[in-house]
Structure formats: C-alpha cells, structure tokens
C-alpha cells in the first residue's frame, strides 16, 4: 500500500475553510484516496474518496491533480466540532481483502 | 454507525489472563478488521476476516487469534494478555463504497 505524508496538525478558526495536503508519491494506478476523521474516544469515520480531479460531498471537497502524487481534502467553513484527526489513505478500491493502512493523521484544532 | 457494536466497551486485566473482544454486526457483512490504535501509530491492522472462517494477519498479529464462527461475530483473543497490549481496539466492516466502518472502540488496559 503507497505511503502517504501529511502534516501532523493545523490550527483554524471557526467560519474558515481548512486544506490539508496529503502526499502520495507511490501512488498506484488502480489506488484509490480515502480520507477519514477521527473525534477523541470514537472510531475513524468515513468522509470522502476519489481517484481523481475533484469530489465533493456534503462534508468536504477533494481535489486529486492529474499526476495523483497528492491530494487536498478541503472543509469548508468549519466549526469547532470540526477539531479532529484527519487520515489520508491510499489503496485499492477492491485490493485484497480491503486492508487499510493508517498513517499519523494530521490533528485539526478549530479555534474560536 | 452501520450497526456495528463492541463489546466490552472497557475492560481492565491482569497481566497473563485471557482477553476475549466481540465485534458484532448486523448487515451481513463479508469482510471484517480488527485494529489497535496507540498514541504515535495511528490505527494498525491486528487481524482480518473475509468469511466465516476465513481470516489472515494484519501487520501486528503476534500476541493475538482471531475467530468467525458466524457472518456477525468477529472474536479477538489475547492468549495472555500483556502490558504492550494495552490499547484501544477498534472494529470494523467493509460497507457501501467499498470503505471501512468503524465501531465505537474497546479500551483495554493490562496491569
């Protein structure tokens, strides 16, 4: 599964939109970019995935480049309950047995 | 979150005692995980399972089995639990999306 790189933590302000970057150098061709958060005593909880260009949902955008060797989650407008960690994944969208592999995460502190 | 429980949500031990950890669902899922999730690591893979006995090993699987008796049952096992093995483990099923759904966590601590 490629290795992913994202910083370990941000710090925002409640109404602003938050960028984080995650790089992927090794990306492969049929992996997929899976991000998940993570509130304090809860598990990881799926919010967006794409392969390439842009996704967006109701909880975040994602935008892939065209060589895929990065990708940014974007939230927008967020707000305290927004503090959370946020894993970047890279892998198959149906590899073997779907194994994850979880990095650091990067830690979002929503001011006031 | 996708009708996945944990059960005990926390439990305290003694080192050297058997630990067993359920994971229970209710949507039939194929596959299901066991993690472990420490301060430093992020979440790592402990065990999976792609059927009812069918299981292999995740990245660290020394210390711990793992049994699928039914479809909604996912049993984790620590033979003898030790101090290393204190965490939080967490559980999950591959859903809608192909993505992975958690559930609620198991907070473990081996004295």
């Known amino acids: 599964l490629a290795k992913t790189t994202q910083p370990i933590s941000m710090d925002s302000y409640e109404g602003q939109e938050v960028n984080i970057t995650c790089s992927h150098n090794?990306?492969?061709?049929?992996?997929?970019i899976t991000w998940y958060q993570q509130f304090p005593s809860q598990g990881p909880r799926f919010i967006i995935q794409?392969?390439?260009t842009k996704v967006t949902n109701e909880v975040a955008s994602l935008f892939i480049p065209a060589d895929r060797k990065s990708s940014t989650l974007s939230l927008p407008r967020v707000s305290l309950s927004d503090t959370a960690v946020y894993y970047c994944?890279?892998?198959?969208?149906?590899?073997?047995?779907?194994?994850?592999?979880f990095g650091g995460g990067t830690r979002v502190l929503v001011k006031p | 979150d996708a009708g996945i429980t944990q059960s005990p949500r926390h439990k305290v031990t003694e080192t050297g005692t058997p630990v067993t950890l359920r994971c229970h669902q209710t949507e039939n899922h194929r596959y299901m995980y066991w993690y472990r999730q420490d301060p430093g690591h992020g979440l790592r893979l402990i065990h999976y399972?792609?059927?009812?006995?069918?299981?292999d090993k995740g990245e660290v699987s020394d210390g711990y089995s793992v049994s699928r008796s039914k479809t909604e049952d996912f049993l984790l096992t620590l033979e003898s639990a030790t101090s290393s093995q204190t965490s939080v483990y967490f559980c999950a099923i591959t859903g809608r999306q192909e993505t992975q759904y958690f559930g609620p966590g198991t907070r473990l601590l081996v004295l």
């Open positions: 090794n990306i492969a061709t049929n992996d997929y």
């Open positions: 399972s792609y059927g009812v006995k069918d299981t």
């Open positions: 794409g392969y390439k």
């Open positions: 994944l890279v892998g198959g969208y149906k590899a073997a047995g779907n194994k994850l592999t």
